[in-house]
């Protein structure tokens, strides 16, 4: 069974960069659209980005448009999100999942979530 486990969270200035990893353990990652969603404190959780099994990358939220990008290394079993010019507005826990092939608009469609990585950004 597919298993996440995020990482490379932390504390960074606005208009900094960071690199989160949502690395898979059990079978193959090449079959699997990997999403990234995110939740701020008294929120709901949000789709931020998704990379289908083709390496193709959907876009749930404008908000990152042009400053979040999305990669996947197979062979690593990794998918890495790469954040820059973060804004306070960026600060949430951050957690990968999985879908089958492609990137789903709906939420429910994602399994196997990781625990999340937490992301600061102080205003």
């Known amino acids: 069974q597919l298993q996440l486990v995020e990482s490379g969270g932390g504390l960074v200035q606005p208009g900094g960069s960071l690199r989160l990893s949502c690395r898979a353990s059990g079978p193959t990652l090449d079959y699997y659209a990997i999403g990234w969603f995110r939740q701020a404190p008294g929120k709901e959780r949000e789709g931020v980005l998704c990379?289908?099994?083709?390496?193709?990358?959907?876009t749930f939220l404008n908000s990152v448009k042009g400053r979040f990008t999305l990669s996947r290394d197979n062979a690593k079993k990794t998918v890495y999100l790469q954040m820059n010019s973060l804004k306070p507005e960026d600060t949430a826990v951050y957690y990968c999942?999985?879908?089958?092939?492609?990137?789903?608009?709906?939420?429910?469609?994602?399994?196997?979530w990781g625990k999340g990585t937490q992301v600061t950004v102080p205003s």
């Open positions: 990379i289908n099994s083709g390496g193709r990358t959907t």
């Open positions: 999942a999985a879908a089958n092939y492609y990137c789903s608009n709906y939420i429910v469609e994602f399994g196997s």
